[in-house]
């Protein structure tokens, strides 16, 4: 074939892929304005009311969104009758209002898409903040799909700013008369000692030293840590109706919440994710014995990383993915893998509990909280302990292994690295080791006053501190975009099977890096710097030669029951919102349709129209014994009365701030 024929050839098929071309966008022309118009005839229809309500009745048009309204605050007065006109933007949504609309069991209100929903007239007739809730699954984030309606005047708003302030001007004038070694009236010296109450002491005692107890309870943690995974790469893909969210991220993070404040680091007892390793390396599961090596390298910890520093910054970073994490199933049950996987590798390597002291995050975070528990394990009497020189409780004994947390048992006085595995219950011949019930924040001067260089300390709280504020906004309040940030834009749930689907644009990558340098940076660096600015109006105030540094480093264990109560807050409301789901779990772990144990339950709100009121009281608790902690702390650091109080004076206002921007999210 001539070149002159192959170029006509070619010539040719251009020809026909420019008509086709022509053709296509011809046809695009022609039907867009058909679609274009039948989209705008529902809009139109949505804002064209064709009933003609009373003059007293307000129409209210609501656009429902993965995962949002809008608009996302609704301002009515009280008395207004409502008519809310609701259309959805994408897929079915439902419409919840707290303390208004019938309980979703009796009357679940459904809004398919391409259809107008008409709800109303309500009468709002009770003053506060409600939440508008998604009452149908829309996807992964529809637990948190939420809106604000105001009923002016919002008296519980104003009358929980008044009360922050009572409590914390009160707190203040109670500091002011001197109280040494109290808190909030309790004398911190008065300790229980749980073991000789009668009836339950000997009992107790008996559980706690018996050899086959932690194996008693590591093993049904364990079974249930299985099913997280099993259920995180083959169950639902939707997180609400999968046993590995339902249960870990509702059941087990709010138990482990008011475990720190009642049971300190009970959850470590019961912890299964070093338990594999330890049985390899001991090669037992209950017995003791201290003749055959163990099955262990016992390679020596680096002393750098012998800190809370690795599990802090693991914690966060959790956190920068943590929309992801408790909404699809086989991010957490990837998590759990990874965590077994080297819980189980760093106690063969390097036993015992280092992956717990300083690598894992969650017992980093409630080592750090558990120093304002009213529960620990302690010495009856530290001179007993410093008198025996066999020291069975770090070396071992055949009733009990040595401390597994490299602590002394006989003489530590905190509890941030103390596992409660009750060995020292076991081998101290002396029976000079029990448990005590005491006041909260009894360590917290002592801690802060030995605590001048423990940096990894101080930021873990803030990391705590910041995110337990935050989460209550980004989770529970109607700023849409802010969650979006954190989900990348990706708006499906996903187990093992399709893990391609939360890969995200570069939009969503571009939102996830803005939702990050916010997370990290208020934690580490923004509320820190106010931290220290004012701990710096502290040290002039009070006159001290004390270096800021220090000032700074102590104040920060004030944070610690003030860090408990908010994120108490966050428990109580995860579960009073979201109860039905792990109970669910139970009988339906893999989200298939099953009844194993002949109940299910639908999603209804426990009086949910309660949750302003909860939620702010427990963070006004918090900000009290923050304000008594840190006079208790500066009278220890300082000296003196006077010194301690006019340093407590500048560092209350910081709290009481705090308390009236956690009121503003959860009330204003």
């Known amino acids: ?81 409502v008519i809310f006109r609701i259309i959805s933007e994408d897929v079915t949504h439902g419409f919840f209002i707290d303390g208004y609309t019938p309980s979703p069991v009796d009357q679940k209100i459904v809004i398919e898409p391409g259809k107008i929903i008409e709800i109303g007239p309500i009468t709002f007739d009770k003053p ?44 203040l004038v109670y500091v002011r008369r001197g109280p040494e070694n109290k808190m909030l009236g309790i004398s911190l010296e008065k300790e229980i000692d749980l073991l000789r109450v009668r009836g339950i002491g000997p009992i107790l005692k008996r559980i706690l030293q018996w050899r086959g107890f932690h194996f008693a309870v590591l093993w049904p943690s364990l079974l249930i840590f299985a099913v997280v995974i099993v259920a995180g790469f083959v169950g639902n893909p939707v997180g609400n109706k999968n046993f590995s ?45 201290n003749v055959r090596k163990w099955f262990a390298l016992k390679l020596k910890w680096p002393k750098r990383l012998n800190n809370m520093w690795l599990g802090a910054l693991l914690f966060l ?20 893998v990874v965590l077994i996987a080297v819980g189980t590798i760093l ?50 004994s055949p009733e009990g292994y040595g401390c597994p947390w490299k602590l002394y048992p006989g003489g530590h006085d905190e509890n941030t690295y103390c596992g409660q595995c009750y060995e020292c219950l076991k081998s101290c011949p002396l029976d000079n080791m029990t448990v005590k019930i005491r006041m909260i924040g009894k360590d917290l001067a002592h801690m802060a006053a030995k605590a001048k260089n423990k940096f990894d300390e101080a930021w873990m709280g803030f990391i705590r501190f910041t995110l337990g504020v935050f989460y209550i906004l980004v989770f529970f309040g109607p700023y849409s975009w802010i969650r979006d940030w954190g989900n990348m834009g990706v708006n499906f749930g996903a187990n ?16 996830w890096f803005k939702w990050a340098i916010m997370v990290a940076g208020v934690a580490l660096v923004a509320y820190p710097a106010v931290f220290y600015t004012f701990s710096w109006f502290s040290k002039k105030v009070a006159k001290t030669d004390q270096p800021t540094k220090h000032i700074f480093l102590a104040f920060s264990y004030a944070l ?67 304000i008594n902690s840190t006079y208790n702390i500066a009278r220890k650091m300082l000296g003196g009365h006077d010194k301690a109080f006019r340093a407590t004076s500048v560092m209350a206002l910081l709290h009481i701030l705090v308390a009236i921007a956690f009121v503003w999210v959860v009330a204003g």
């Open 317 to 336: 970073t959790m956190s920068l993915i943590i929309p992801w994490l408790v909404t699809r199933p086989v991010v957490s049950g990837l998590l759990f």
């Open 128 to 171: 506060g903040k409600f939440k508008i809730r998604c009452s149908v699954t829309c996807g992964p984030l529809h637990p948190f799909m939420v809106g604000d309606i105001k009923v002016n005047p919002n008296f519980t708003y104003y009358s929980y700013l008044v009360g922050t302030l009572f409590v914390g001007m009160l707190t």
């Open 245 to 289: 969210i339902a249960v870990v991220w509702i059941l087990w993070f709010a138990l482990v919440e008011f475990m720190i404040l009642l049971a300190g680091r009970t959850w470590c007892t019961v912890c299964p994710l070093p338990a594999i390793g330890e049985w390899i390396a001991r090669r037992r599961l209950c017995g003791v014995h």
């Open 496 to 511: 093992l099977a399709s893990i391609g689907l939360l890969t995200p644009g570069v939009e969503g990558v571009v939102n």
């Open 1 to 81: 074939m001539s070149r002159v024929n192959i170029i006509r050839k070619q010539m040719s098929g251009i020809k026909k892929i420019c008509l086709f071309v022509l053709l296509m966008l011809s046809l695009s022309v022609f039907f867009l304005p058909v679609i274009n118009a039948d989209e705008s005839s529902i809009e139109d229809e949505w804002l064209n009311d064709p009933h003609n309500h009373p003059d007293d009745i307000r129409v209210i048009y609501i656009k429902a969104y993965q995962f949002g309204f809008d608009p996302e605050i609704i301002e009515v007065n009280k008395g207004d009758r």
């Open 347 to 396: 106690y063969i390597t390097h036993p015992p509990r280092n992956f717990c002291r300083s690598v894992c995050p969650a017992g980093a975070y409630i080592g750090h909280d558990s120093n304002a528990s009213i529960y620990s394990v302690r010495a009856r009497d530290k001179s007993i302990c410093d008198k025996h020189k066999a020291k069975e409780c770090i070396r071992g």
């Open 560 to 626: 610690i029951p003030y860090i408990v109560f908010i994120w108490a807050a966050f428990a109580v409301a995860i579960l009073l919102v979201f109860w039905a789901y792990p109970i669910t779990a139970f009988s339906d772990p893999f989200g298939w349709g099953w009844n194993l144990l002949g109940f299910k339950f639908k999603w209804d709100p426990f009086i949910p129209q309660s949750l302003p009121y909860v939620l702010a009281s427990l963070s006004i608790i918090g900000m009290a014994l923050a």
